[in-house]
């Protein structure tokens, strides 16, 4: 049987040569979808583009006085809709287009792709809409619903290629399937700080270093803010989302959540920046991650 190749390649162009600037983004010879992101300040050129005329979705995105926003919306010609919302929102600066270089999307498709973004968005809580609702799914056959399902899997992995990360899971155990984690080779750790009797566990799976529901963390952020942390920020951005939540003198995990770093996930627990690899020891032993991760490197000689 010949081994099944996961890989995935996205095309990003920019297209005045500029990092900053208008961008398109594909995925060759996978998807029929492109998507196009630009400032507001280049949104003139943008709308004079082909695709921009095409029927698809888009996304809005910005800042208001309570912090980043975002609008999901659908066109039959997508220029049309950013007009409107050029004289009547104020507050994004950012679109991203996102159509098919075929004529395989028509309105039920789009009204299809707007309200399972939209429904995405609201589960995972990681900003606020400007939706007033979520709209309803249209009747689309089973195929028609299997091709979306389909066109919005490139879109959800397109985005964060684009710096677009609100609809990326909150968990890194949320992407694998649970009927495949007892598979998985895990290696636990957990993390005390007595002094203010907190205690937490993780779990080293497949890459993803998972803290653990209910694992404890400081009540606030007391750590360095006078650089903006990116630490700091991702525990604000944690009780935002009610993955950290109230409890006691504490906070509390309300579900796994899979970070990055020992480190980013040490300093989140403690509140403050923390040496995670230090910090974290293999459970029941008094071996530092760092000392197990060692032995783990030595293995490879």
């Given at each position: 049987?010949?081994?099944?190749?996961?890989?995935?390649?996205?095309?990003?162009?920019?297209?005045?040569?500029?990092?900053?600037?208008?961008l398109t983004a594909i995925v060759?010879?996978?998807?029929?979808?492109?998507?196009?992101?630009?400032?507001?300040?280049?949104?003139?050129?943008?709308?004079?583009?082909?695709?921009?005329?095409?029927?698809?979705?888009?996304?809005?995105?910005?800042?208001?006085?309570?912090?980043?926003?975002?609008?999901?919306?659908?066109?039959?010609?997508?220029?049309?809709?950013?007009?409107?919302?050029?004289?009547?929102?104020?507050?994004?600066?950012?679109?991203?287009?996102?159509?098919?270089?075929?004529?395989?999307?028509?309105?039920?498709?789009?009204?299809?792709?707007?309200?399972?973004?939209?429904?995405?968005?609201?589960?995972?809580?990681?900003?606020?809409?400007?939706?007033?609702?979520?709209p309803p799914r249209p009747s689309?056959?089973?195929?028609?619903?299997?091709?979306?399902?389909?066109?919005?899997?490139?879109?959800?992995?397109?985005?964060?290629?684009?710096?677009?990360?609100?609809?990326?899971?909150?968990?890194?155990?949320?992407?694998?399937?649970?009927?495949?984690?007892?598979?998985?080779?895990?290696?636990?750790?957990?993390?005390?700080?007595?002094?203010?009797?907190?205690?937490?566990?993780?779990?080293?799976?497949?890459?993803?270093?998972?803290?653990?529901?209910?694992?404890?963390?400081?009540?606030?952020?007391?750590?360095?803010?006078?650089?903006?942390?990116?630490?700091?920020?991702?525990?604000?951005?944690?009780?935002q989302q009610g993955i950290l939540?109230?409890?006691?003198?504490?906070?509390?995990?309300?579900?796994?959540?899979?970070?990055?770093?020992?480190?980013?996930?040490?300093?989140?627990?403690?509140?403050?920046?923390?040496?995670?690899?230090?910090?974290?020891?293999?459970?029941?032993?008094?071996?530092?991650?760092?000392?197990?991760?060692?032995?783990?490197?030595?293995?490879?000689?």
């Amino acid at each position: 049987m010949t081994e099944t190749n996961k890989g995935r390649s996205i095309e990003l162009f920019f297209i005045d040569g500029r990092p900053d600037g208008m961008l398109t983004a594909i995925v060759p010879f996978q998807w029929t979808g492109h998507a196009l992101m630009t400032s507001r300040n280049q949104i003139a050129d943008a709308l004079k583009r082909r695709e921009a005329k095409r029927t698809g979705v888009y996304i809005l995105m910005g800042e208001n006085d309570e912090g980043p926003v975002a609008y999901v919306g659908e066109g039959e010609d997508i220029s049309e809709r950013i007009k409107s919302h050029a004289q009547n929102k104020d507050w994004w600066d950012k679109a991203v287009l996102i159509t098919s270089n075929g004529e395989d999307l028509n309105k039920a498709h789009i009204k299809y792709l707007e309200s399972r973004l939209v429904e995405l968005a609201r589960s995972l809580n990681k900003i606020d809409l400007e939706n007033g609702n979520t709209p309803p799914r249209p009747s689309l056959s089973e195929s028609a619903r299997a091709n979306m399902e389909g066109f919005l899997d490139n879109i959800l992995m397109v985005l964060p290629a684009l710096r677009i990360d609100f609809l990326l899971p909150n968990t890194g155990a949320a992407k694998k399937k649970e009927e495949n984690l007892s598979t998985l080779e895990e290696v636990v750790f957990e993390l005390r700080t007595p002094k203010h009797k907190i205690e937490a566990i993780a779990k080293l799976v497949d890459g993803d270093f998972i803290v653990q529901k209910g694992s404890m963390a400081r009540q606030e952020w007391v750590g360095d803010t006078s650089k903006k942390s990116s630490y700091g920020k991702l525990f604000s951005e944690l009780v935002q989302q009610g993955i950290l939540v109230q409890s006691g003198e504490h906070r509390i995990f309300a579900e796994d959540y899979s970070f990055n770093s020992t480190s980013a996930a040490g300093a989140v627990i403690n509140g403050r920046s923390t040496a995670g690899p230090i910090a974290w020891k293999l459970k029941g032993t008094n071996k530092t991650y760092k000392e197990w991760e060692q032995e783990q490197l030595e293995q490879t000689d």
